[in-house]
């Protein structure tokens, strides 16, 4: 599809597991943003990739959380020791990345830590 | 930290009433953004302000952007059951694009 592609829509874990969650973005955008959302909240921003280097990771709540994007398209949010505060739906956001245009959004990974 | 606070944070109102949302923050922002989303969806974006002053217009929905570009508005004419949704107002700033969402207001329209 030419949208944005997130993996898995659903991920139910145990309280100290490792968790990875991806992001396919739209072909040819450079920018890729990682939020958290809980319900009825608005979008917490957690990091800011522009190609391949997080230019703000600055919303990462702590070292648990890591996200990559090696080659400047896909990128993975890592979550370590996962924790019961932890469960959210994780959004994924891509841009042309030209000025501050249109954020596409996939349709997130809910997270549930049991 | 740039907070956006939106308020109300809950509106349910009778179709065909008026209603207006607001987005506030001490930030001063390069441009504004209004998203709406349903539920199981990510955000999608109905418009962008960039002026401090600007008006814009989308059918029934009428957005502006403070004259100091610290906050914004939206007004919705004659609801419908399709408007129901959450709207997320988002502060765009930084040379490198950050974008912050508002708090978010859920509205519901009742038929």
């Known amino acids: 599809g030419a949208g944005v592609s997130q993996t898995p829509s659903n991920k139910v874990t145990e309280k100290g597991k490792y968790v990875e969650l991806r992001c396919d973005p739209i072909?040819?955008?450079?920018?890729l943003y990682w939020y958290r959302q809980s319900l009825g909240q608005g979008p917490e921003f957690l990091i800011y990739?522009?190609?391949?280097?997080?230019?703000?990771d600055s919303g990462l709540p702590n070292d648990r959380f890591f996200a990559v994007r090696p080659e400047g398209s896909v990128s993975t949010l890592k979550i370590q020791r996962t924790e019961r505060g932890d469960s959210a739906v994780y959004l994924c956001?891509?841009?042309?990345?030209?000025?501050?245009?249109?954020?596409?959004f996939g349709e997130g990974s809910r997270l549930t830590v049991l | 930290t740039q907070l956006l606070e939106q308020s109300p944070q809950f509106l349910s109102i009778q179709e065909g009433e008026n209603l207006t949302v607001y987005c506030n923050s001490s930030?001063?922002?390069?441009?504004l953004q209004w998203y709406r989303q349903e539920p199981g969806e990510g955000p999608v974006l109905l418009v962008t302000?960039?002026?401090?002053?600007e008006v814009k217009k989308l059918k029934r929905l009428t957005f502006q952007f403070g004259d100091a570009r610290k906050d914004s508005s939206l007004h919705i004419t004659a609801a419908q059951p399709g408007d129901t949704g959450l709207y997320l107002c988002?502060?765009?700033?930084?040379?490198?694009?950050?974008?912050?969402f508002g708090t978010g207001t859920k509205l519901q329209v009742i038929p």
């Open positions: 956001a891509s841009s042309v990345g030209v000025d501050t245009g249109e954020l596409f």
């Open positions: 072909s040819g955008h450079t920018a």
């Open positions: 990739f522009q190609g391949t280097g997080a230019a703000d």
């Open positions: 930030s001063v922002f390069s441009s």
């Open positions: 302000v960039v002026t401090g002053g």
């Open positions: 988002a502060g765009c700033s930084g040379g490198y694009q950050k974008v912050t």
